[in-house]
């Protein structure tokens, strides 16, 4: 049998699926998330929150109580590139941070209708930059995110390696959306079982995302304009050493060594979206 957490969360598809085009501006489904995705997670208690300037990037430091303030969890929200922001995703993030024993920080970035990508990654890069220039080492950070904060955060690790940079210890995705060829097969094998994320609806946030009409990005192109992380899944990977996030937050074990330049250091948590 269904909990009740999940039986609420599929009632907040259902509706969303059911006001499939009654929602007709981009603010309006802003405030129907604000209202309707926040109420879907209890509140942790014993956590703080303090908005923050992250370098020009809107962001939220997530404190729990006794956390370990050198050791961060970076967060990116999930939402589409239509909506999430770091209110709807605050309480997942203090969760998670309580849970793990260290700060979080989780920023915004622009939505689809306020810019096109590469606007959103650049956002994580000027978030992550400020966290370091802050004096955080890379070594003792986390980096995580869900649905399309996972294509960030992918990316994200694709420019730290690229640039020759202090790779982060460890890396969590949640439902990451990765499939931007929309080639899962269980968009037909699940049709029935899933009310939102039908296949010409995800192809909309696909094109929405890259300022490029509805199916008119080729297949074999199609991660190219959005997604860093398709690209990286689906291409030869990268030497990779797996850590655990207890090794990289929990004050009672130390932090690897931060010298990593050759190599992506990933930890990944995967509920699959597709």
Not at 104 to 125: R, T
Not at 171 to 184: Q, Y
């Amino acid at each position: 049998m269904a909990s009740t957490e999940s039986g609420a969360n599929k009632i907040h598809y259902e509706t969303i699926a059911a006001n499939a085009g009654k929602l007709t501006s981009p603010q309006a489904v802003i405030d129907f998330n604000d209202t309707h995705w926040t109420a879907l997670t209890g509140e942790p208690r014993g956590v703080d929150y303090i908005e923050v300037d992250a370098g020009g990037v809107p962001a939220m430091w997530i404190a729990p109580k006794g956390a370990d303030a050198q050791r961060v969890l970076f967060y990116a929200h999930g939402g589409g590139f239509v909506g999430g922001s770091i209110y709807t995703h605050r309480k997942l993030a203090g969760h998670l941070a309580k849970a793990i024993g260290c700060r979080a920080l989780l920023y915004d970035y622009p939505l689809a209708h306020q810019a096109k990508h590469p606007a959103q990654l650049e956002a994580a890069m000027t978030a992550w930059n400020w966290l370091t220039d802050e004096g955080f080492d890379p070594g003792r950070i986390v980096i995580a995110g869900d649905s399309c904060g996972a294509v960030l955060t992918y990316g994200l690790l694709q420019r730290l390696r690229a640039q020759g940079r202090p790779l982060p210890v460890a890396t969590l995705i949640i439902s990451g959306w990765f499939d931007m060829a929309l080639t899962a097969a269980s968009y037909e094998t699940n049709r029935d079982k899933d009310p939102a994320f039908a296949k010409a609806g995800v192809d909309w946030l696909v094109a929405n995302s890259s300022a490029m009409p509805t199916g008119a990005i080729p297949r074999s192109a199609r991660s190219m304009p959005i997604s860093p992380a398709f690209r990286l899944s689906t291409c030869r990977p990268a030497p990779t050493r797996r850590w655990s996030t207890k090794a990289a937050c929990s004050p009672s074990v130390p932090a690897k060594p931060a010298s990593r330049r050759g190599s992506m250091s990933l930890t990944t948590c995967c509920t699959p979206s597709r």
